[in-house]
């Protein structure tokens, strides 16, 4: 038997097409210049395949066109100081950073 590279699908179509050939192995393999035993390790190539998920027998993979959506908003929480006697101080993001150091002043003062 002639040597002969075949490609993956090659080997596929070659698989599938036995059961369907209706010949026995031997007359089938013989018919398209294939060993047996590559047939056969070939056919447990593919079971492995479907087995652990990777089947490629499934569709081609397509493109599908993809719409752009402005971004979701985003949830802002403000900054909580727990202070020493339980009170809390809850700072907004867009705070004023001026009258957040008179705050904290005050409250250094107070304590």
Do not use: N
């Not at 590279?5 to 192995?25: I, Y």
């Not at 569709?59 to 809390?88: C, F, H, K, S, Y």
């Amino acid at each position: 038997m002639a040597q002969r590279r075949r490609t993956r699908e090659q080997w596929r179509e070659l698989v599938e097409g036995w059961p369907r050939s209706g010949l026995t192995q031997q007359a089938y393999c013989e018919r398209h210049g294939v060993a047996p035993g590559s047939l056969q390790r070939w056919r447990e190539v593919f079971r492995q395949a479907r087995a652990r998920g990777h089947d490629q027998t499934a569709e081609a993979v397509r493109l599908v066109p993809v719409q752009w959506v402005d971004a979701l908003p985003t949830v802002v929480t403000p900054l909580i100081l727990v202070l020493a006697d339980g009170q809390r101080l809850e700072i907004a993001p867009d705070f004023d950073t001026a009258t957040l150091k008179r705050v904290l002043t005050v409250l250094q003062e107070a304590a």
